[in-house]
Nanobody
Framework: QVQVVESGGGLVQAGQPLTLSCTAS????????MAWYRQTPGKQREFVAS???????NYATSVKGRFTVSGDDAKNTVYLRMNNLKPDDTARYYC??????WGQGTQVTVSS
């Protein structure tokens, strides 16, 4: 059974960094694309960043230059390093594997 667990969320002040982790079990991490999405109440879930099997990386325009996605195959974990956080980054962040497997999310709240 595949399980995906996100961690690392919390409350930070604007300008502070935060790193999220997503660890998967029951699946071969390196054979799948990994992505981060985020969602705020009343809005659709939106793409944040992704990394695929060829290490091709994509970012949403709103986070490019501030966020960095990376993976550790040995740990079956993907990270999202978020620098210079803004109040608009406040959301629940979700990890997605292979396009159809989701974690429960981790809350990030950025205060001004």
């Amino acid at each position: 059974q595949v399980q995906v667990v996100e961690s690392g969320g919390g409350l930070v002040q604007a300008g502070q960094p935060l790193t999220l982790s997503c660890t998967a079990s029951g699946i071969i991490f390196k054979d799948n694309s990994m992505a981060w999405y985020r969602q705020t109440p009343g809005k659709q879930r939106e793409f944040v960043a992704s990394i695929n099997r060829l290490d091709r990386i994509n970012y949403a325009t709103s986070v490019k230059g501030r966020f960095t996605v990376s993976g550790d195959d040995a740990k079956n974990t993907v990270y999202l390093r978020m620098n210079n956080l803004k109040p608009d980054d406040t959301a629940r962040y979700y990890c997605n594997i292979g396009g159809n497997i989701w974690g429960q999310g981790t809350q990030v709240t950025v205060s001004s």
